[in-house]
Nanobody
Framework: QVQLVESGGDSVQAGGSLRLLCAAS????????MGWYRQGPGKQRELVAE???????NYADSVQGRFTVSRDNAKTTTSLQMNSLKPEHTAVYYC??????????????????WGQGTQVTVSS
């Protein structure tokens, strides 16, 4: 079974920065791509950024140029650098991994795995 663990959420003032981290663990898996989503109060979960590789990324228009997603060489960890934060960025941020894994011989599963979420609060 593959698990994701996020860290880095905190409370900051507007204009501040945070870096979120997400690490995957488990046995016999490959991560195809990873992403960050967020869910603000009373809102639906929405895409923030996705990454296949450093040269293959996708950002929501609202964070383009302000947030940067990266992935380590082993491709099991992703980070989200968030700069110039605004109160409207307040949300629970979730890490997602599109995973292929082999729980037993001859069995292949493709799943989207989610982390537990980390709270980001930006005050004005």
């Amino acid at each position: 079974q593959v698990q994701l663990v996020e860290s880095g959420g905190d409370s900051v003032q507007a204009g501040g920065s945070l870096r979120l981290l997400c690490a995957a663990s488990g046995n016999s898996f490959t991560i195809n791509y990873m992403g960050w989503y967020r869910q603000g109060p009373g809102k639906q979960r929405e895409l923030v950024a996705e990454i296949v590789s450093d040269t293959n990324t996708n950002y929501a228009d609202s964070v383009q140029g302000r947030f940067t997603v990266s992935r380590d060489n082993a491709k099991t960890t992703t980070s989200l650098q968030m700069n110039s934060l605004k109160p409207e960025h307040t949300a629970v941020y979730y890490c997602m991994a599109d995973v292929t894994y082999w729980p037993s011989r001859g069995i292949r599963l493709d799943r989207k795995i989610w982390g537990q979420g980390t709270q980001v609060t930006v005050s004005s």
